[in-house]
C-alpha cells in the first residue's frame, strides 16, 4: 500500500467521539489502507476517540496536530511579518516521546502563546522536537506563505532551519492539490527546493468530511460555526469539494510527477507507532503526616479515630455489632488496599477535612461512596452505611476493576476554595478542570440549519417544536413519533431537505467548555499526561473528557456546587441571629 492518510481534520468527521470518527476509520479501511492521521488545528480533542477506533478497526493511528507557530517569539502580541500572527505546521508523533512531546507542544500553546490562536515559537520546537515528524503543512504554512509571495529564498532558508530542527529524516516539504492555483505554483516550487536541498516531498490531502457527498453538510457547517448564511457572499467556505478521503489512485492521478511522494506516506506511516496506556493508574502521591510511615497506616489511624466516634459512642450498636462493624470495616481496608486505592481515599479525605475545618459547607455523601464505612469513619460522608443497610460493592468490587467515584457538594458559593485548596497542596500546574463538548440536539440543529439556510426564524422554531421533549431525542426518532413532523418531511420537499440536512449534522460538536464539576489532580506536571487547553478565564484544562481521563487512569474528582446548600447555610445563619440558636 503506497498512499495513507496522513492530513486529518476533525472540526466536521470526527471530534468528540461520534460516529463521525467511526465512519472515517472504516472509509480508510475500505480503501484499502492500513493508517490514517488526525491532526487537528492547534488542539488533541479527539484522539482518544481516535485512536481506540483505528484500533478496533485493524488501522495505524498516526497521532499529530497541525500547531500554529508565532513569527517570532509565542510571548509576542504585536503582529510582524506583514499581517502574519501564526503559520501552520503539521506534526505527527512518531512513537510515544513524540506523542509526550506533542501534548507539551500544545499545552504550551494554550498557556503561553495564546494570542488569536494558541501558538508556539520555534524556541518550543527545539526543545521538544524528539520524536516528531514535522510536514510543512498547507498554504497557511510558513514555507507555502513565501512561495505564494514570491519569496523563493526565504521559503528555503526556512525549510533548512525546520529541517535542522527536526533533522534531515524527520522533516517533508508537503505536497497538497486542492484545485487551488497556488497550490500548483507552490508544489513546483516545493519540487525544485527538494531536488536542491535533498528534503524529501510528501503528498498530502486535507479531510474535512469523510466522504466526497458530504461537501454541502459541511459547508451548512462552516456556515453554522462562523455565524453566516450559504447565500453570504463574504464568508468562510472551502472551494472544489476535494477535502474528502481519497483512494490511492485518486492521489496517483493527482500527482504523477511526484508519485515518490506519494509513497513517502507510507514510509511515514510505517515509523509512526503510539501505544496510549489505559487502565493502569496515575494516582498523586499523599505525603503523610510526620509519625506515619504508609499512606496505608495513616488511613488505619482516620479510621480506628472515627470508628471509636461513630461506632464504640454510639448507643444504638452493641458490642456484637461492633465487632462485625470493625470487620467489615478492615474488609474494605484490605479491598481498598489490594485495588491500589488508599491514596485516592486520602485525597478525598483530606480535601473534605479541610472544607469541615474552613466554614467551607461539604454535602452529606452521595452514590456508591455512602455504603463505604471506610468513607464514613473517616468523614467523607456522614451517613452510616451500617444503620441504612448500604452495600460496600456498589463503592468497590474486586471482581470489577474501576476507578471509585466520588461525588462531593459543595455550597455552590465556596466551591472555588476547595479547589484553590488542592490546586495549592498539589502544585498549579498539577490540577485542571476538564473540557466538555456541547452537541448539536434534535431541535437545536433543525433550528441551526434553517437559519444557515436563511429559512424564516418562524418556521424553523414551529419544526423544531415538532420534536417531543424527550431526554436523547433524536431527528429520526421524532419523525416516528410525531405524525406531523413525519407528514412534513414526506410532504414538503424543502422541508425534507432541511432534515436530511441536520440529521447529517445532528449529534456534532458545536462549542467547547469546561465541565461544570471535574477536577483532575495529576500525579505531577499535567501536560506531561494530557494536552492542555483553556477556559474561556485563562485557567487550563484538560483537552480529553472525564471518560477518556478515567480510561487513562487520572485521578478526575467531582467537585459538585449545590445551591441547596447555600440555602441551608443562609437560613441556618438567619435561624441563629433571630433566634439565637444553631441547628
Not at 528534503?199 to 498530502?204: A, K, P
Not at 479510621?303 to 474494605?332: A, L, P, S, W
Not at 487520572?554 to 444553631?582: C, H, P, Q, W, Y
Request: hydrophobic share 35%.
Amino acid at each position: 500500500m503506497a498512499f495513507v492518510h496522513l492530513h486529518t481534520h476533525t472540526e466536521y468527521s470526527l471530534l468528540d467521539g461520534s460516529n463521525k470518527i467511526k465512519n472515517y476509520v472504516n472509509r480508510v479501511k475500505e480503501l484499502g489502507m492500513n493508517a490514517a492521521a488526525i491532526t487537528d488545528h492547534g488542539v488533541m480533542y479527539g484522539v482518544v476517540d481516535f485512536y481506540k477506533a483505528a484500533k478496533a478497526a485493524g488501522i495505524n493511528p498516526i497521532i499529530g496536530c497541525e500547531i500554529y507557530v508565532a513569527p517570532n517569539s509565542r510571548f509576542d502580541r504585536e503582529l510582524s511579518h506583514g499581517d502574519d500572527k501564526y503559520y501552520h505546521l503539521v506534526l505527527l508523533a512518531e512513537n510515544n516521546k513524540g506523542y509526550e512531546n506533542l501534548m507539551k507542544i500544545v499545552s504550551i500553546g494554550f498557556t503561553e502563546g495564546y494570542y488569536y490562536r494558541p501558538r508556539v515559537d520555534f524556541e518550543t520546537l527545539e526543545k521538544y522536537h524528539e520524536g516528531l515528524i514535522a510536514l510543512s503543512a498547507c498554504l497557511a504554512g510558513e514555507i507555502p506563505r513565501y512561495l505564494v509571495r514570491g519569496f523563493y529564498e526565504e521559503a528555503k532558508k526556512t525549510a533548512l532551519k525546520y529541517r535542522d530542527c527536526f533533522g534531515p529524516d524527520n522533516f517533508f516539504l508537503e505536497l497538497q492539490d486542492h484545485g487551488i492555483a497556488d497550490q500548483k505554483r507552490v508544489n513546483n516550487d516545493l519540487l525544485r527546493m527538494s531536488q536542491e536541498t535533498g528534503i524529501e516531498l510528501v503528498c498530502t490531502n486535507d479531510i474535512h468530511y469523510t466522504y466526497e457527498e458530504d461537501v454541502e453538510s459541511h459547508d451548512v457547517l462552516l456556515c453554522i460555526q462562523t455565524g453566516k448564511k450559504v447565500s453570504d457572499e463574504d464568508r468562510m467556505r472551502y472551494e472544489g469539494g476535494q477535502y474528502y478521503v481519497k483512494s490511492e489512485q485518486d492521489m496517483m492521478c493527482l500527482f504523477p510527477y511526484a508519485l515518490e511522494a506519494v509513497y513517502n506516506t507510507q514510509k511515514i506511516a510505517d515509523r509512526c507507532h503510539v501505544e496510549l496506556e489505559f487502565g493502569n493508574y496515575k494516582i498523586p502521591k499523599y505525603e503523610v503526616p510526620e509519625g506515619f510511615n504508609s499512606a496505608k497506616e495513616f488511613l488505619v489511624h482516620i479510621c480506628e479515630e472515627g470508628f471509636e466516634e461513630k461506632y464504640v459512642k454510639n448507643t444504638e450498636y452493641t458490642d456484637e455489632d461492633r465487632v462485625q462493624i470493625h470487620k467489615d470495616m478492615e474488609y474494605e481496608l484490605g479491598i481498598i488496599e489490594k485495588m491500589g486505592f488508599v491514596e485516592y481515599i486520602l485525597i478525598v479525605w483530606d480535601y473534605i477535612n479541610w472544607c469541615r475545618n474552613h466554614d467551607c459547607w461539604v454535602g452529606p455523601g452521595r452514590g456508591s461512596a455512602a455504603g463505604s464505612r471506610v468513607c464514613y469513619c473517616t468523614g467523607i460522608t456522614n451517613v452510616d452505611p451500617v444503620k441504612y443497610n448500604l452495600l460496600f460493592e456498589r463503592f468497590l468490587n474486586p471482581e470489577r476493576v474501576s476507578m471509585p467515584d466520588i461525588d462531593v457538594d459543595f455550597e455552590y458559593a465556596e466551591r472555588y476554595r476547595a479547589i484553590e485548596y488542592v490546586t495549592e497542596k498539589y502544585g498549579k500546574d498539577s490540577v485542571t478542570q476538564i473540557t466538555t463538548f456541547g452537541t448539536m440536539a434534535a431541535r437545536g440543529v433543525i433550528k441551526a440549519v434553517g437559519k444557515a439556510l436563511d429559512f424564516p426564524y418562524a418556521d424553523m422554531d414551529k419544526l423544531a417544536k415538532m420534536v417531543p421533549m424527550e431526554l436523547n431525542i433524536t431527528i429520526d426518532k421524532a419523525i416516528n413519533m410525531n405524525p406531523e413532523l413525519r407528514s412534513v418531511y414526506e410532504g414538503d420537499r424543502s422541508m425534507h431537505d432541511l432534515i436530511d440536512m441536520a440529521k447529517k449534522l445532528e449529534g456534532l460538536p458545536n462549542h467547547v467548555s469546561v465541565h461544570a464539576a471535574g477536577v483532575v489532580i495529576y500525579p505531577g506536571v499535567a501536560s506531561d499526561y494530557v494536552p492542555l487547553g483553556r477556559a474561556s478565564d485563562g485557567t487550563p484544562t484538560a483537552e480529553y473528557n472525564m471518560v477518556q481521563l478515567e480510561e487513562l487512569g487520572l485521578l478526575k474528582m467531582d467537585f459538585l456546587g449545590l445551591r441547596n446548600l447555600t440555602v441551608i447555610e443562609n437560613a441556618l445563619s438567619i435561624i441563629e441571629k433571630t433566634r439565637g440558636e444553631r441547628i
